[in-house]
């Protein structure tokens, strides 16, 4: 007896039956992505299951989204909770998870105060440095970080600086943000007051910083352009040229913050405090939740009405985030990503064909000799491991940072026999 038809497989049906164009016959999504290799229906903690019950260990965990793995036990008990208690009610109210979770991400993106080793329990209880937006996405907390720089700059100072081969979101303003000038052409005349200057340039920033503008953003590792680590150097210098000329300098840590690079915040490794943090990705395990972090005195520049969301910081997502970085605390995920970054580093720099690994803790990459990312991972699904391609020659891994030492051991095997097949293939 065949499966029975998926819901996608029913709408694909009907679309036919309907007399659907081509392309809407094939899939009833926009065709945004390409084709995908697999459907998968179950995770977890570092697995994957698709439709025939085949295995996959995940190593890309959606995109550095589920650092704790799939279906993690307290995020899940979490979700039930809240959902049998209540889902949302929009801002016009107040709710019980959002204000804690906003407390606990300004703890650890680490304050005088905080960093003198105040305990939960302690009194007095710290003043917060900053506030947070919560929203729903990278991008969301990447466009409040800019409303908020042109909130500070004031008219006539509004340009934020971005670098070239970064990533910053797909929205009409995160996309300009975006350092990829091919990305940019069908969509113009895209959002004005985005400018670009070459990565790890200190000279080329510089020279890109007119009184128009009113911020610097940048990542601390450029994830989607090819897993680019930022220099100590470069984003010192970076802190310095914004505090001579009172421009804001905002990180985007989407991709790299809450624990994945081995510390909570990529920017800790590099001697520098930012005045704006945006995050996501891990933030939700899973569920939708972004965060803007600002700086008090540049979050003050908020006036109610500003910027606002309808879904953003709602009881749902929170409660998630609440359970995502008690269990993240509790394990010490910075630590833990630190020595498995370690071990899978190693174990990749050791595979027959990969000429160099890059990265930082759990986000890294592996430079292949001569052979193309996208047949090595399509190989690499054949043996039961999910990675992407971040460049044409490079492989991104980004696993849940609660990996075990088995586990890397058997990634790094199927790995190195992933490559050994797309080169027999190449051959
Ligand atoms: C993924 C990512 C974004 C966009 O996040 P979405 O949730 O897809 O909008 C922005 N910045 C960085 C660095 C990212 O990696």
Wanted: proline letters at 6%; one cysteine or more.
């Amino acid at each position: 007896m065949s499966a029975p038809p998926t819901g996608i497989e029913l709408a694909a049906a009907h679309a036919e039956a309907m007399g659907a164009p081509a392309p809407l016959r094939r899939c009833p999504l926009m065709p945004t992505y390409a084709a995908p290799a697999l459907q998968l229906v179950r995770g977890e903690g570092a697995w994957l299951w698709d439709r025939d019950g085949h295995e996959y260990l995940d190593l890309l965990s959606g995109l550095a989204v589920t650092s704790l793995g799939h279906a993690h036990p307290a995020v899940a008990a979490a979700l039930d909770e809240q959902a049998r208690t209540l889902l949302h009610v929009s801002n016009l109210f107040g709710t019980e998870h959002a204000p804690v979770v906003a407390r606990t991400l300004d703890r650890l993106l680490g304050t005088p105060a905080w960093a003198d080793g105040w305990q939960p329990g302690d009194a007095p209880v710290p003043e917060m440095r900053g506030q947070v937006f919560f929203c729903n996405s990278g991008a969301e907390a990447n466009e409040c970080a800019i409303k908020l720089a042109r909130r500070f700059g004031g008219r006539g100072r509004h340009v934020v600086v971005s670098a070239l081969g970064s990533f910053h979101g797909r929205t009409l303003a995160t996309l300009h943000a975006t350092g990829q000038p091919a990305k940019h052409e069908v969509f113009q005349p895209l959002p004005e007051g985005f400018r670009h200057v070459a990565w790890a340039d200190l000279d080329a920033l510089e020279a890109a910083l007119d009184p128009t503008v009113a911020a610097v953003l940048l990542e601390p590792v450029q994830g989607e352009g090819g897993v680019n680590p930022a220099s100590r150097g470069y984003f010192e210098g970076v802190r310095r040229l914004c505090d001579e000329r009172g421009i804001l300098f905002m990180v985007d840590e989407v991709q790299t913050g809450l624990g994945r690079t081995g510390r909570w915040f990529a920017f800790q490794h590099l001697g520098v405090v930012p005045d704006v943090v945006t995050m996501a990705k891990a933030l939700g395990n899973g569920v939708p939740i972004g965060a803007c972090w600002a700086r008090a005195e540049v979050a003050a520049v908020f006036q109610p009405g500003d910027h606002a969301t309808t879904y953003g910081g709602q009881p749902l997502a929170t409660a998630a985030a609440r359970a995502v970085l008690g269990v993240m605390e509790a394990e010490d995920v910075p630590t833990l990503a630190e020595r498995a970054g370690e071990r899978l580093a190693a174990g990749l720099a050791g595979i027959d064909g990969v000429s160099a690994v890059r990265g930082l803790g759990l986000l890294l990459a592996a430079e292949l000799d001569g052979l193309d990312a996208r047949a090595v991972v399509a190989a690499a699904v054949r043996r039961g491991a999910i990675l992407n391609a971040v460049t044409p020659s490079a492989l991104r891994l980004a696993p849940s940072l609660l990996i075990s030492d088995e586990e890397i051991d058997a990634g790094v095997e199927r790995i190195a026999a992933a490559v050994a097949d797309a080169r027999r293939s190449a051959a």
